[in-house]
């Protein structure tokens, strides 16, 4: 398994790394990641015109897109693009932060589990 980490380096740019999660094969009921310790969890429903300019991540903070298509772009100017079962880990909570916008002009829903 794998996830986007979205972060910010010392100039305070915004930059993606891919991330892959270690997993332990625990026999009949497959396998499993280490457990981390969470803050709190959050259900998120966005409108389909969802479009919002350079911001900072609220929190360090798993997003689990359930549906719909978004593109992230850093303040460098990299794009990527994440769907549904899409996992990112967003820590770009200072500098100059990326822009969020729907692909798809459909409502969109995500999980926030803050770090």
Do not use: C
Not at 70 to 80: A, L, P, Q, W, Y
């Amino acid at each position: 398994m794998h996830y986007t980490r979205l972060y910010t380096d010392e100039q305070g740019e915004s930059n993606f790394e891919d991330v892959n999660i270690p997993l332990i094969d625990m026999g009949s009921i497959g396998y499993l990641s280490d457990v981390r310790d969470v803050e709190s969890l959050q259900f998120r429903q966005n409108d389909a015109d969802y479009d919002w300019d350079f911001h900072n991540a609220p929190a360090r903070q798993f997003i689990i897109l359930l549906d719909g298509e978004i593109e992230i772009t850093t303040s460098r100017g990299d794009v990527r693009k994440f769907s549904g079962g899409d996992v990112l880990l967003v820590e770009d909570t200072h500098g100059k932060g990326h822009k969020t916008r729907n692909i798809k002009k459909q409502i969109r829903k995500s999980v926030f589990i803050r770090i």
